[in-house]
C-alpha cells in the first residue's frame, strides 16, 4: 500500500536553511503537498508540486522531488521562530481525486 | 468567508456515549472529508464524500457514521464511544475534480477525548 516517511524532529537556529525530507511509495501520485499546522490549529497548505515537476519556488520555499527516488523536500530558506510548526508531506494515492495520505509529520523548532 | 469551520472545539464523552461533530463549508465545495490525528501517526482518512448524498468509506471507518444532506455540512458522528477514539478530527474539502493545486483546505478541528 502507499506510504510516506517523514523524520520526526528537526531543529534549527534563527536565519539558518532548514531541510524537510520526505520518502513516498506510490509512483501515480499526481499532486504532492506540504502543509503546516501551528500549535491548536488545522493543516495549512503551504506548496504543492505537481508530479512532472523537478523544483518549485515559492518566496523561502523550495520544493525538490525526485521522482526516480521517491524523494520529496521542502526547503525554507532564512528560517524565523514563526516557522516553528509541525510540516507534512502528503500526497494523492494513486492520483485520487479526494484521498490525501500524509506523513506523521515534522516538528520543525527554530532556536533563536 | 468562513471556510471550513468545526464544532465544537472541544469535548469530553464517557466511553459508550454517541455524539455529533459538527463540519459545515461556504465554499461550496463538492468533496469533503473527514481524518483523523494521533501523535506518531499523521492523519488518517475515516470517510470522505464526493456530493451531496453520496459517502464512502476511508481506511479507518469503524465506528464513525457520516451523512451529506446538503453539499455544505458533513457531520460524523460517534456511535458508542470508545478510549481509542480519542483523538483529533479535522474536516476537509475541496472543489472537486482533480485534487490539483489547492488540494484540502481544513478546519481547525475538534480535540476529543474519550474516559
Known amino acids: 500500500g502507499e506510504d510516506v516517511e517523514q523524520s520526526l524532529f528537526l531543529s534549527v537556529r534563527e536565519g539558518d536553511s532548514s531541510v524537510i525530507n520526505c520518502t513516498y511509495t506510490d509512483s501515480s501520485s499526481t499532486y504532492l503537498y506540504w502543509y503546516k499546522q501551528e500549535p491548536g490549529a488545522g493543516l495549512q497548505l503551504l506548496t504543492y508540486?505537481?508530479?512532472?515537476?523537478d523544483m518549485k519556488q515559492d518566496q523561502r520555499l523550495t520544493v525538490l522531488l525526485n521522482k526516480k527516488d521517491k524523494h520529496l523536500s521542502l526547503r525554507i530558506a532564512d528560517t524565523q521562530t514563526g516557522d516553528s510548526a509541525i510540516y507534512f508531506c502528503?500526497?494523492?494515492?494513486?492520483?485520487?481525486?479526494?484521498?490525501?495520505?500524509f506523513g506523521k509529520g515534522t516538528l520543525l523548532t527554530v532556536n533563536p | 468567508n468562513a471556510g471550513v469551520t468545526q464544532t465544537p472545539k472541544f469535548q469530553v464523552l464517557k466511553t459508550g456515549q454517541s455524539m455529533t461533530l459538527q463540519c459545515a463549508q461556504d465554499?461550496?465545495?463538492?468533496?469533503m472529508s473527514w481524518y483523523r490525528q494521533d501523535p506518531g501517526m499523521g492523519l488518517r482518512l475515516i470517510h470522505y464524500s464526493v456530493g451531496a448524498g453520496i459517502t464512502d468509506q476511508g481506511e479507518v471507518p469503524n465506528g464513525y457514521n457520516v451523512s451529506r444532506s446538503t453539499t455544505e455540512d458533513f457531520p460524523l458522528r460517534l456511535l458508542s464511544a470508545a478510549p481509542s477514539q480519542t483523538s483529533v478530527y479535522f474536516c476537509?474539502?475541496?472543489?472537486?475534480?482533480?485534487?490539483?493545486?489547492?488540494?484540502?483546505?481544513f478546519g481547525s478541528g475538534t480535540r476529543l477525548t474519550v474516559v
Open positions: 476537509a474539502s475541496h472543489r472537486g475534480g482533480s485534487l490539483g493545486v489547492y488540494g484540502y483546505t
Open positions: 508540486i505537481f508530479s512532472n515537476m
Open positions: 465554499m461550496n465545495h463538492e468533496y
Open positions: 502528503a500526497e494523492n494515492s494513486g492520483g485520487s481525486n479526494y484521498k490525501l495520505t
